[in-house]
């Protein structure tokens, strides 16, 4: 099982229309096959820089690298992730 994961702010202001735009865009992806336990999460400690999170897990490395080239997922990234995502960490792990 693989765990992905992305921490990371938007260029929007809180609370804008912009940014449930993006955040509904975002959850589309749970759409995309292969994709499991599908979660959006608002950052909520002081510690943190970020604002929110995205998680996912696939099955497999290959239903992983399915996900990474998926029309929807790819047009996500270029359409809203890259213009819209100034800073992120991407977080992706296997448990020992």
Known sequence: MIRHAALFRLTHPKGSEAE???????????????????????E????????FAVSMCFADQSAYDAYNV?????TFVQD???????EFMEHDTVAL
Not at 70 to 74: A, G, N, Q, R
């Open 20 to 42: 449930t735009r993006f955040l509904e865009a975002l959850a589309t992806l749970s759409d995309i096959p292969g994709v499991l336990d599908f979660a959006i999460s608002r």
């Open 44 to 51: 909520i400690s002081p510690k943190n820089a970020f604002d």
């Open 70 to 74: 998926h029309p929807l997922h790819v």
């Open 80 to 86: 809203k992730w890259l213009p819209e995502v100034p």
